[in-house]
């Protein structure tokens, strides 16, 4: 199946049914999301996987109680960085460096002039643009669920800061962006599955220069 297929396939799951998804299956969703691109390759996100069920009962009611998140077999709560430090940005061009085997006076200069950028901004700028790199991981995370004929349910609707609490987020220096539970369509008790699919046409969704 083509990416353009699974994409058609795939909708937003508003009931699943419970049933477990293989854990090989969640761990090429989980390596499309690592592997997606990043601004500098800091990947400054984390992604939390949720399957106790306690934990995601607890998770529920600040999730405008919806039932995907008990429902499903595996939530993924992507948390980015709640700021750029010296240290994080250090870490990762020193790991970088280390696996390519190459010294690191090579990327020096241009970790200096990252460094310049970065870290004179406010905590909040250079959070929301972690976030954006995250919701990079997440739409290949989304894309790769589809290709495995996986549900998956993309949701912005939960209240961040009581995630960020009981996943303790705060105590690793992330904030949760976005939320994506993983499982099965309940078709019978799923209003919006076997509607028709509706997007922009493709003439009022491009603009040609």
Known sequence: MSLIEALNWRYATKKMNGEPVPQE???QIL???RLA???SGLQPFKVI???DPALKQELLPHSFSQSQIVDASHVLVFAAWDNYTEERIDEVFNRTNAERGVPNEATADYVTRLKSLYLPREAQVNFEHAAR???IAFGMAIAEAALLKVDATPMEGFDN????EILKLNEQGLKSVTVLPLGYR???NDWL????KVRQSKESFLIEK
């Not at 800061?161 to 960020?164: C, L, M, R």
């Open 186 to 188: 309940d078709e019978a």
């Open 161 to 164: 800061a009581k995630y960020d």
């Open 49 to 51: 996987v949720v399957t």
């Open 37 to 39: 691109p990043s601004s």
């Open 193 to 196: 599955a076997g509607l028709k």
């Open 133 to 135: 790199q995250a919701y």
């Open 31 to 33: 390596e499309a999301a």
């Open 25 to 27: 299956k969640v761990d």
